[in-house]
């Protein structure tokens, strides 16, 4: 069992980004961002909705396809040992069909719910262009502009590089991602990218903002400006705007190419990072090698209205599927940002310190991170440990 010494270091390593009490309120990733170049405010989904039938809260549940459902069904089995007072609307998205009737559903579902936590929705290359991501409709039909991620060295795992903390600022509803490409001739295809001045603004914005309220020091912007000018050029440019906004906060760019080399190199340099999309998404996977994989780090999505949590890095896991291999630890983090969002820090803690000190104490690792235990142990492993707590629970 961990000592009282471990439990505070433990806390201490976990409050710069996953959520801490400052003064009276509670500072989480959804937090109010107010234009410091007196134009516009962005409320980033900061109030959470608010609980129903008897103080529990309703969450949109989404499975996906891959190690989603038996990960998010542990998640579910965590809650209900922890009492945690959230019930889920389980809406499936079958990946294979071509309709788009299972994804409106789930985009309905959660604007009623006003929060989701969800697995990775398999994207197939092979169907037909007009079939859509299910993944990027959602975020697009949600405005779900900022995806948020925390690269963070974790105790009691092995990796060649120390003391990495890396906030990632993804923009996720434009650039490479926008959908828009049709072949001009006959084998001569065009990709649109769409940049745009707002919301290369609003995600600048939305990275400065976090970066002071969190107490960063550096912003740095990744792009590729140097070869599309005019594209990531504008990107560039809104970043530098509001950059005079801040001027406690040191602003640098980079270009994406170096970005990489430099990561793998020395990551230490780095403290919040903002970029558009497609960069966001190769960063986000090199940072989360970095730390020890896709199995340990969580994401959130947030727009004005709803917020969505996930892995950080979104893989499906097809190939480790039903083996009861998966780390659990990323999808179990996922749903203690989620926990924090709906204010319920009390019931994210526990769960928290549980999913760390099962790390770093008693050493109970899946494969992924050099182990030889079970998803189904790591998970039993951590319910013993918020039971050893004191904490309210119902039967093993």
């Avoid at 994207?123 to 948020?148: E, F, I, Q």
């Avoid at 960069?279 to 780090?297: E, K, Q």
Wanted: proline share 4%; net charge positive.
């Amino acid at each position: 069992m961990a000592t009282p010494s471990a439990l505070l270091s433990m806390s201490k390593f976990i409050s710069p980004f996953w959520g801490g009490r400052l003064g009276n309120t509670v500072k989480v990733f959804g937090t109010t961002l107010t234009s410091h170049r007196s134009k516009t405010t962005l409320t980033g989904g900061n109030i959470p909705p608010p609980a129903k039938y008897g103080g529990r809260h309703t969450v949109t549940l989404i499975p996906g396809d891959g190690i989603g459902p038996e990960l998010l069904n542990h998640v579910r089995e965590v809650f209900r040992f922890s009492c945690v007072p959230v019930d889920f609307e389980v809406v499936h998205v079958n990946s294979a069909l071509e309709t788009e009737d299972d994804i409106n559903n789930a985009i309905t579902a959660i604007r009623r719910n006003g929060v989701a936590l969800k697995g990775n929705i398999e994207t197939k290359h092979t169907m037909a262009p007009s079939v859509k991501s299910r993944n990027n409709l959602l975020r697009t039909s949600l405005d779900l502009y900022a995806n948020v991620m925390h690269c963070q060295s974790l105790p009691g795992v092995q990796t060649r590089h120390k003391n990495i903390d890396i906030m990632i600022i993804r923009e996720n509803t434009e650039g490479e991602y926008s959908s828009l490409e049709h072949e001009s001739v006959s084998g001569v295809v065009e990709s649109l990218k769409i940049i745009t001045r707002n919301n290369s603004l609003r995600i600048a914005e939305y990275a400065f903002s976090l970066a002071r309220e969190k107490g960063r020091r550096k912003v740095t912007a990744v792009h590729k400006a140097n070869i599309m000018k005019l594209g990531d050029g504008l990107f560039l440019e809104c970043c530098r705007e509001v950059a005079s906004g801040y001027p406690d906060i040191t602003f640098e760019s980079m270009i994406v190419d170096n970005t990489t080399m430099q990561l793998v190199s020395k990551p230490q340099q780095f403290d919040v990072m903002v970029m558009p999309n497609l960069y966001g998404n190769i960063v986000s996977n090199v940072c989360a090698g970095l730390v020890g994989g896709p199995g340990l780090v969580p994401g959130a999505n947030f727009g004005r209205d709803y917020a969505v949590f996930e892995t950080a890095t979104r893989n499906t896991g097809k190939s480790i599927a039903d083996r009861n291999i998966a780390n659990p630890t990323a999808m179990l983090l996922a749903s203690c940002m989620m926990l924090d969002h709906l204010k319920l820090y009390d019931h994210a803690t526990s769960i928290r310190n549980a999913v760390l000190i099962t790390m770093n104490e008693t050493r109970l690792h899946t494969a992924d991170i050099g182990g030889q235990g079970t998803t189904s142990e790591v998970v039993q492993s951590i319910m013993r440990y918020i039971q050893s707590k004191g904490q309210l629970t119902s039967d093993l």
